[in-house]
Every structure is written in C-alpha cells, then in structure tokens.
C-alpha cells in the first residue's frame, strides 16, 4: 500500500537519546562502517549537453567529517530504535562530493540477516520523481505537452478533456486514489493491471475540479505510466532503465516485478503489540508500478537526487516547472511536478518520501548548500521525516562549528 509523503516537521526537534525498544526494533547494529565515497553523478553533463551548474568541483581528496559521520550514525541508531523499526539505512552526500552511508540492526529478522550499507529497500514513491522526470524528457522532444488533456489517453474517464497532465504530475486533477479503495486494500497482495487499478478511481467520483487544490492520489502516476507506454510504444521500465538509470550510472536501481531484486534486500515489517510481522508479501509488485514498484539503495538514492537537482537530467525549463510550486499544502510546504518543496527560514528543500506496506523511505536535496539524504526504515509505521529531520540537525550542527 501507497501513502501520500509526510512533509518534513519544522522547526527540526532534537532526537530523544533514551528509547526504548519493542520486540520489533533492531537488537544488533550490523554495520559496515561510514564510507567516503565520490560523488558519483559530478562528472556527466545536462541533458542539453552543457555542464551541470554545480558551483565548486568536489574535491575527490577529501573524507567525510569524522565528527559528522559519527554524528550521523548515532542518528541512525537513535531514530530506528525510537519508530520501532528492525532496522535502518540513512545516506548523506555532502556539497563538496563525499558521501556517507549507514546501516543498523536487521534486514531480516528470520533469516538474522542485517542491514548493510549496500542493501537494496523498496523506495516507494520516491518512484514519482522518476516517473515525473520520464514525462518532462517526453515534453522536451515533443511527444507530448503537460497541457494534454488526457483525454487523448482515456477518452471514457470522467472529465478527461478537463484534466491535464499537468494536474496529473501536481496532484491537482482531482483524481480518487486507488490505493483508498477497499476493493484494492482487500486484495492489494494479487496482481494488478495498471488499467484495473485506474479502472477503480474511475467508478468514483472526482473529489474536486481539476487544478482546484491538491489531493495526494496514486492514480495520478498510473496513469503518467501508461501515457509514456502509450507515447513511447514501450514499457515504462524499459523506458526508465534506458532513459534514467542506464544513462547515469544507477545501478543499484530496479523495478520490482519486473527485474531481478539483488540481494541484500530490506523485508517490511509491521509491529502490533509485542508482535512483528513481516508484510513484504502484502503487496503484490504490480500494485505501486509507476507510482511506486522502484527498488534501490541509499547511495544511487543521493546519486538520483544530486542528479536530478543539479540539472543533468532535464534541461533548464523543464527543471524550474518541476521545482515550481503548483500547489499549496500549508505555510511551508508546497508541490511541483513530482516533487515536494519545503521553505523555511530562508532554507528551500526538495524532497519526496515513499511507502510501500512495511517500509519507509525518504530522500531530501537542499538547494544551497546541495546537501543530499536519503534513508528507509523497515517497519510499516516508521517516520523516516525524523530520520531525515536528524540528519538536518547533525548536518547543521556541523556547519556551525569553528
């Protein structure tokens, strides 16, 4: 099951030290240790073939802060005890090109199998900034326009020539959420086809007029789906791997369902009383597709997000409209086309979270300083905005010092 992203909690609050930890929350930390790693995406170029406006080149010589790293990995363990989750994973890139990954506690409990920096989560909607990313590449070889009306792709949908793809992209078409549906909730571990699932919104009604507010929908995504098959004349994975994840390098990056998952790879979990259930089978991978169906790893996470934000994926144009807000959620928080978009205190963070039933992930790009997080915690009602909100803390307390 798909949930919408919960905006990160601002102001950041302090991590709580002394936890406590339910039968469900990690008991050993299996660790590989903080990596310095290069940034992986610094080297490739725009999509028009002009450099990425990445301010200062890394330095490819410098470690990760000790101090920060060690700082970082007490958040880790602090917040995945606090939500209960068997284990936790957390990734931090820094401006400069270093990056750190993390890892705690158990991947999965039967097999005693722990977490490693290199193992593979479901990432859930982070899967939208993908699916965002495939249709504004579509727009800039004009194959399609994010004025369509959808109609062009579902002439019997109620209020097709109403709705745009761009309502589709923000979340502003109005468009009921499959995933609320009970007849999906009932069998949400059986395959699914895109159109069964876009089949469901269909029989209920629009919850407003298209472009009127924002209202999180998961349909939204089948949809974009099945315009880029239709427009492409090929699968939307095989349009991913070739037009995304093959071009910059992800290779820790899949589509369940349709690739081979590597191992290791992250069970979900869910906690009731004192028991832990694995959930991982609970949803069948057909279910999230283009909405939700990628698997990856904290470190292509940050090569995503630095990527992506950086602008060597789309060209300049296509980037502003997806970091452009188009809708409204509260005072601070706001959506763009596949991206959620957070100010604060003169601060500005791009971000997107993901559920898939039995785990959470986060990924969160600062514009200035271009600080990357990415994180997952394997337990279904696990907050990974706190994973993320720690890492802000540390990053910032680090920042702060002589």
Not at 249 to 256: K, V
Not at 283 to 292: D, N, Q, R, V
Not at 366 to 391: C, F, H, K, Q, V
């Amino acid at each position: 099951m798909l949930t919408q992203a919960r905006p990160l909690s601002r102001p950041l609050l302090p991590l709580l030290l002394a936890l406590s930890v339910s039968a469900c929350a990690a008991k050993e930390a299996a660790v590989d240790g903080p990596l310095a790693l290069e940034d992986a995406s610094s080297d490739r170029e725009r999509a028009d073939g002009s450099p990425g406006d990445r301010g200062a080149a890394p330095d490819r010589t410098a470690a990760f802060d000790p101090a920060l790293a060690a700082a970082l990995q007490s958040t880790l363990e602090a917040t995945t005890a606090q939500e209960h989750s068997p284990g936790g994973l957390l990734g931090v890139a820094a401006p400069s090109g270093p990056v750190w990954l993390g890892a705690t506690g158990q991947a999965n409990i039967a097999l005693k199998i722990g977490m490693t920096t290199g193992t593979h989560f479901r990432i859930g909607s982070i899967t939208k900034t993908f699916t965002a990313a495939l249709v504004l590449l579509l727009s800039e070889e004009g194959k399609l326009s994010l004025d369509d009306a959808i109609a062009k792709w579902f002439p019997a949908f109620p209020s097709a020539d109403l709705i745009t793809l761009k309502h589709l992209l923000s979340h502003t078409s109005g468009i009921y959420n499959y995933t609320a549906s009970p007849a999906f909730r009932k069998d949400m571990g059986k395959p699914w086809t895109p159109q069964q699932l876009v089949e469901l919104a269909g029989a209920q009604p629009l919850l407003f007029s298209p472009g009127a507010k924002f209202a999180y929908s998961n349909t939204n995504y089948i949809m974009l789906g099945m315009i880029i098959e239709s427009v492409t004349q090929s699968t939307w994975s095989q349009q991913l791997h070739e037009r995304l994840l093959q071009r910059l390098g992800l290779d820790e990056t899949f589509i369940e369902g349709t690739d081979t998952i590597p191992t290791p790879f992250a069970s979900g979990y869910r906690l009731s009383g004192n028991t832990c259930t694995d959930v991982t089978a609970a949803t069948h991978p057909s279910a999230p597709w283009a909405a939700g169906a990628i698997v990856s790893t904290t470190a292509d996470l940050l090569s995503w997000g630095k990527a992506l934000i950086g602008g060597q994926v789309l060209k300049p144009d296509s980037l502003k409209a997806m970091l452009s807000k188009v809708a409204t959620i509260n005072s601070s928080t706001s959506y763009g086309l596949g991206m959620f978009i957070q100010e604060s205190a003169g601060s500005r963070d791009y971000f997107h979270g993901g559920t898939v039933y039995g785990t959470n992930a986060i990924l969160v790009i600062r514009e200035s300083p271009r600080w990357a997080i990415s994180g997952a915690l394997n337990e279904s009602m696990a907050n990974t905005d706190n994973l993320a909100s720690g890492a802000e803390v540390a990053i910032d307390a680090s920042s702060s010092r002589p």
